[in-house]
């Protein structure tokens, strides 16, 4: 008995390393790849016509490239974020089901709910980049056609976000990877 008990905390113990070190990879991540960056453009004191000129092709397909690269990095970011939620999911799941049973320790129970609250603060930054995205596809006019297929990709985080709240770390992937699938077909369609 004392021999399971001390095995359960050695094994805890390790899940805890195990989920500190995602988590701490997670952060990383989280903060480099949301960091959105706005292309500039400047535009020209005077213009010669009053008229609005048709858009050039060049110019519609440097666009249209911008957009697709901006979905590109969104899913990028997605899926190597549910990459690591896996492992972060699982661990977290057997420091539940040891506290359950009265197996983990306070210590890890604690950096338990901080790596829950890691994982929450995590999919509110998704939700943000991927509303950044969303608006900057329903802003620009040349990639308004591709916002119907994108629109719901954040709405479909903040339900991620909702079911890691309560607790649903798995179906909060498993509702990510829509997402991922969204965004996929979005870059298919620029292409």
Known sequence: MIDARLRAKILVGVNMKRIIVSICVLLVLSTAAFAQTRSRTTRRGSQTSKTAKPESAPAVSQ????????VAEQIKNLT???????????GIEDVDLAAKSNQASPAAL???EQNKAVVKTSLENVRVGLDQLEIY?????????????LVGSASGAADAEAQAAAGHFDQSGRT???VVNRLADVLVLIK
């Open 63 to 70: 666009v249209k490239i911008d957009g697709a690269t901006k």
């Open 80 to 90: 190597r974020f549910l990459y690591i939620l896996g492992g972060v999911a699982r």
């Open 110 to 112: 604690q950096t338990n």
């Open 137 to 149: 596809f329903r802003s620009t006019p040349e990639l308004q056609g591709y916002y119907v297929k």
């Open 176 to 178: 990510l990877i829509t």
